[in-house]
């Protein structure tokens, strides 16, 4: 049996759910990558596309080679 979530959230509304602080406490919402791949429901299948909140902090860490990252 497949895994099924639920994010059934419209995107106007989850985006301010995931607001958040920045460093001079200023209120943020979160920049979407592709927002029209995002539809809500209450039966996600496992190959439909689920927000996902990252920090950009942590993917520029990530992503620098190995080399370069200390």
Same mark, same amino acid.
């Given at each position: 049996? !497949?895994?099924? @979530? *639920? !994010?059934?959230?419209? =995107?106007?509304?989850? @985006?301010?759910? !995931? /607001?958040?602080?920045?460093?001079?406490?200023?209120?943020? =919402?979160?920049?979407?990558?592709?927002?029209?791949? %995002?539809?809500?429901? %209450?039966?996600? *299948?496992?190959?439909? *596309? @689920?927000?996902?909140? =990252?920090?950009r902090r942590h993917l520029e860490?990530? *992503? /620098?080679?190995? /080399?370069? /990252?200390?």
């Open positions: 049996m !497949c895994g099924r @979530t *639920s !994010c059934h959230l419209p =995107l106007e509304a989850l @985006t301010r759910a !995931c /607001a958040y602080r920045d460093r001079q406490g200023r209120q943020q =919402l979160p920049e979407w990558r592709d927002p029209d791949r %995002y539809y809500p429901s %209450y039966n996600k *299948s496992p190959r439909s *596309s @689920t927000p996902v909140l =990252l920090s860490k990530v *992503s /620098a080679p190995p /080399a370069l /990252a200390n």
